[in-house]
T-cell receptor, first 114, second 113 residues
Framework: AQSVTQPDIHITVSEGASLELRCNYS??????LFWYVQSPGQGLQLLLK??????LVQGIKGFEAEFKRSQSSFNLRKPSVHWSDAAEYFC????????????FGQGTELSVKP | EPEVTQTPSHQVTQMGQEVILRCVPI?????FYWYRQILGQKVEFLVS????????KSEIFDDQFSVERPDGSNFTLKIRSTKLEDSAMYFC???????????FGSGTQLSVL
């Protein structure tokens, strides 16, 4: 079955600390992987995506993610978190030939302590 | 950056009533989608629409749901007879080409009483 698992429902980090949000997927075809962020009252904003090539992808707002096929993971990282990063983060997987049909994880809510 | 616009931001309706959620995708986009997120649950795919027809739908998208692109700009989701379990945040999304990124709207929070 196709699925995305984000094991951490809620994470709290101190401002300036590093961050890693975990994402594991189960997908039959070649996966295309995405991280979205949702701030309160806002839509889903794409942080970064992986289609092919270099397994370390850079995104907006200083985020990066690494695709590890052997571990079926696509973890999101940021070296130094800012208070404005507090939001809900969603990992998603899709296939090129399925257009915009994405399967989302449960989401991880990030809180940032001053 | 261009935006997908959804109206209203919050809609309250009585069970059994029809509701229409409205979306204005980005103007030159060709692929349109609806997703929903029940409180505390995952964002779920409902339907995709291309070339004036549904290209794919999930098992959630039963006969109570329909989509329409009535003119060149709007993309609507209609729920014919709402149920309590239809209460959710509904997201519209669009993209220009198949391999481009998906732009999401800010959602319509539907509350069925």
């Amino acid at each position: 079955a196709q699925s995305v698992t984000q094991p951490d429902i809620h994470i709290t980090v101190s401002e300036g600390a590093s961050l890693e949000l975990r994402c594991n997927y189960s997908y039959g075809a070649t996966p295309y992987l995405f991280w979205y962020v949702q701030s309160p009252g806002q839509g889903l904003q794409l942080l970064l995506k992986y289609f092919s090539g270099d397994t370390l992808v850079q995104g907006i707002k200083g985020f990066e993610a690494e695709f590890k096929r052997s571990q079926s993971s696509f973890n999101l990282r940021k070296p130094s978190v800012h208070w404005s990063d507090a939001a809900e983060y969603f990992c998603a997987v899709g296939a090129y030939n399925q257009g915009g049909k994405l399967i989302f994880g449960q989401g991880t809510e990030l809180s940032v302590k001053p | 950056e261009p935006e997908v616009t959804q109206t209203p931001s919050h809609q309250v309706t009585q069970m059994g009533q029809e509701v229409i959620l409205r979306c204005v995708p980005i103007s030159n986009h060709l692929y349109f989608y609806w997703y929903r997120q029940i409180l505390g649950q995952k964002v779920e795919f409902l339907v995709s629409f291309y070339n004036n027809e549904i290209s794919e739908k999930s098992e959630i998208f039963d006969d109570q749901f329909s989509v329409e692109r009535p003119d060149g700009s709007n993309f609507t989701l209609k729920i014919r007879s709402t149920k309590l379990e239809d209460s959710a945040m509904y997201f519209c999304a669009s993209k220009g080409q198949l391999n481009e990124k998906l732009f999401f709207g800010s959602g319509t929070q539907l509350s069925v009483l």
